[in-house]
């Protein structure tokens, strides 16, 4: 499903903290914190900006570019917090060697937390750039979730990631196609099974594709005739 401006502004208003906002926490139910979740709605709106730009023109790109680094500043400065405080707790490797991983539930949610911000900075790079793979910044971010999704220890733990998942397979190179597949294999879920039935679209459908503006998640959940929330 799209979500309109409208809703991005009923969503945010809703996780601002009381007594403006109430008390629903993403990071409980999603595992996306919220500094993330209110820049995805942020994203949402900017590209819904950008499309009623370009139909009224001309569009301000000096205007789009600072609407985009507002977004993207909140994104790096969380991430990079969230990366700092991983590393104060030592390393992947070597919690998995003492064990102490799963008993680590914070770890865990930070690691949620790079993953779906990392994804968000891609969706950006989309809407900014346009959907092209090749790109710096979509795949320097792609080849980092990879990075990330390979250290996940718990599958549990990807029933909370459909949504990143999706934007990064859908943006991802050829040469990663392996490794999105393999997730269905490795990790059987029935979302995770409706993201690599669009991840494997949006690929087929960029083979094709004369388009300047790319394709992305949202041509594949056309093609596909599925309206899923978040996408």
């Not at 008390?23 to 209110?38: K, Q």
């Not at 942020?42 to 609407?67: C, F, H, M, N």
């Amino acid at each position: 499903m799209n979500i309109s401006s409208k809703d991005c502004e009923n969503y945010t208003a809703i996780l601002q903290p009381p007594p403006t906002g109430s008390r629903i926490n993403p990071d409980s139910i999603v595992g996306c914190p919220n500094w993330v979740a209110t820049s995805i709605l942020a994203i949402y709106s900017l590209r819904d900006w950008k499309a009623q730009a370009e139909l009224t023109g001309p569009l301000s790109v000096w205007e789009l570019s600072e609407k985009a680094s507002t977004i993207r500043r909140t994104l790096k400065a969380g991430l990079e917090e969230t990366i700092q405080a991983m590393e104060g707790r030592g390393s992947v490797e070597s919690l998995l060697q003492s064990g102490n991983l799963g008993d680590d539930p914070q770890y865990e949610k930070q690691l949620l937390a790079v993953v779906f911000a990392r994804s968000a900075l891609i969706l950006l790079n989309v809407v900014v750039s346009g959907a092209h793979p090749s790109l710096g910044e979509i795949e320097q971010e792609v080849v980092a979730i990879i990075g990330t999704l390979k250290s996940i220890p718990d599958p549990p733990l990807m029933r909370f990631l459909a949504w990143p998942i999706c934007i990064t397979g859908c943006m991802a190179l050829e040469e990663h196609y392996s490794f999105f597949t393999g997730l269905q294999q490795q990790f059987e879920t029935p979302a995770l099974g409706n993201v690599i039935k669009v991840i494997r679209r949006c690929w087929s459908l960029r083979e094709l594709n004369t388009s300047p503006r790319g394709i992305d998640w949202s041509d594949a959940l056309s093609s596909l005739r599925l309206n899923l929330l978040f996408f």
